[in-house]
């Protein structure tokens, strides 16, 4: 009959694995620095956010004219948001709630989070933002369309679908990231014995 070492019972029970926690701390601080920024210099004089706002009007103008090519679209922009209108009626709106940025953010510093630092981060991150904007433009774009033919599940499809259909994109993107660099890890760890 064997007895179980106490040291190993103990490793068990210690707590949290040191790169988890590593993990948790430093997105603690990212997410504690980020508010602090946004909220005292980011937000208050629209640095970012009136670009963003602006640029995604436009160009989500641009789309549904596209789609819409019978109809006169076009984007209008003030203090706060950028509206699109069809025909001379206002169509949808866009806040800087709705430009993208806070994704923009979170997705960045979850990567940045990450022990993994090595040559693909960098074209991770910049393929990951354009492809976040380009499917939060086509939310806009689709949006705008359903909302000018009337479909009975505007808001639905617009807060808890398209929702759904962003976050489990940039979940995807992280798991990507994150499996793509385990398993560089394991094979040179591998290659090191």
């Not at 808001?155 to 995807?172: E, G, K, Q, R």
Request: hydrophobic share 50%; charged share 15%.
């Amino acid at each position: 009959m064997e007895f179980a070492s106490p040291h190993r019972d103990r490793r068990k029970t210690k707590g949290i694995p040191k790169p988890i926690k590593l993990f948790m701390i430093k997105a603690a601080a990212f997410y504690s620095l980020w508010s602090l920024i946004y909220a005292f210099i980011l937000q208050p004089y629209r640095i970012i956010d009136a670009i963003l706002t602006r640029n995604l009007g436009m160009l989500t103008a641009s789309l549904v004219q596209f789609i819409l090519p019978g109809h006169s679209v076009k984007a209008v922009h003030d203090t706060l948001t950028s509206s699109v209108f069809i025909d001379g009626d206002l169509n949808i709106f866009i806040l800087d709630g709705c430009n993208g940025f806070e994704l923009y953010v979170l997705y960045v510093g979850f990567v940045l989070c990450f022990p993994f630092k090595n040559k693909s981060t960098l074209a991770f991150i910049t393929l990951g933002l354009l492809s976040i904007f380009s499917i939060n433009l086509l939310r806009c774009t689709i949006l705008s369309y359903l909302k000018f033919h009337e479909i009975t599940y505007f808001n639905i499809i617009h807060h808890y679908i398209f929702t759904i259909i962003v976050y489990s994109f940039i979940c995807t993107l992280w798991y990507r990231y994150l499996m793509g660099n385990v398993r560089k890890a394991v094979i040179e760890s591998r290659c090191s014995i």
